[in-house]
């Protein structure tokens, strides 16, 4: 006959008082809390949350698009809706650019003759191991991240133009709403010394070449160019004074 051995269970937390006095004896662990479930709240309810500034300024760039109904008896909240929707595309129009990219011959028509009409794109042919290429280069870099709406592109330059002359090298190309907008060749289209603010004044000769995406218009970015290249002869002019005053 088989031995059969039950097991009673009591309520969950409940205690005998015998488990008491072991408990006090040290000879049973302490009693576990009962479980208790959280407290029940219900979702917020969406419609609920009044809608101000604070409101919209929580939304990403797809909510506010979809809340453009919603707002339609509130025009002072739709005005501000479309200029939040406003500053997150010029924001990620900014972020887009903001250094030297590489391209291919492949990628040129792409990166270049079709980028937005609004952007001007900056493109260097150029070589490898040639230190004219790589003064320029440099420069471009700088400026690149001065005005990160601008576009700068570089390319090999037999890979953009088959069999281009290296006495060329390196050359510029200034591209707007797909057609070239201005060209300077050779390192001494710059001036005799190459530096970032000389070759800014050079792109902004003629053209809005160059944006920041914050100055506001044209005419304060060519301000803010010219304003950098005088700083920088006037350092020029000050660091050899002082070389020529200390030899004597």
């Known amino acids: 006959m088989a031995d059969y051995h039950f097991v009673y269970k009591d309520v969950e937390g409940a205690s005998t008082q015998w488990d008491d006095i072991q408990r006090k004896l040290g000879n049973l662990p302490p009693k576990p809390p009962a479980f208790k479930p959280d407290p029940f709240e219900p979702a917020p309810d969406p419609d609920s949350v009044p809608k101000d500034k604070s409101w919209i300024d929580e939304k990403t760039e797809e909510e506010l698009e979809e809340i453009e109904d919603d707002l339609d008896d509130d025009r002072l909240l739709e005005e501000?809706?479309?200029?939040?929707?406003?500053?997150?595309?010029?924001?990620?129009?900014?972020?887009?650019y903001g250094s030297v990219m590489?391209?291919?011959?492949?990628?040129?028509?792409r990166e270049v003759s079709q980028a937005p009409q609004d952007v001007w794109v900056v493109v260097i042919l150029y070589k490898e191991g040639f230190l004219e290429c790589g003064l320029l280069l440099q420069c471009l870099e700088e400026?690149?991240?001065?005005?990160?709406?601008?576009?700068?592109?570089?390319?090999?330059?037999?890979?953009c133009i088959p069999n281009y002359p290296d006495c060329n090298l390196p050359t510029?190309?200034?591209?707007?709403?797909?057609?070239v907008k201005a060209n300077y060749v050779g390192l001494h289209s710059f001036g005799h010394r190459c530096t970032p603010e000389g070759v800014a004044l050079v792109l902004c000769q003629s053209d809005p070449?160059?944006?920041?995406?914050?100055?506001?218009?044209?005419?304060?970015?060519?301000?803010?160019?010219?304003?950098?290249?005088?700083?920088?002869?006037?350092?020029?002019?000050?660091?050899?004074?002082?070389?020529?005053?200390?030899?004597?």
């Open 80 to 96: 501000y809706r479309k200029k939040r929707l406003a500053e997150m595309r010029e924001a990620v129009k900014i972020s887009k």
């Open 102 to 109: 590489p391209i291919s011959g492949s990628d040129f028509v």
């Open 143 to 159: 400026l690149a991240v001065k005005y990160p709406a601008t576009k700068f592109v570089k390319i090999i330059s037999t890979d």
């Open 172 to 179: 510029l190309l200034v591209y707007n709403n797909g057609a």
């Open 209 to 248: 070449v160059l944006n920041d995406g914050q100055s506001g218009s044209n005419a304060s970015v060519l301000e803010g160019v010219r304003k950098r290249f005088i700083e920088k002869v006037v350092t020029e002019h000050e660091d050899h004074d002082d070389d020529g005053s200390s030899s004597d």
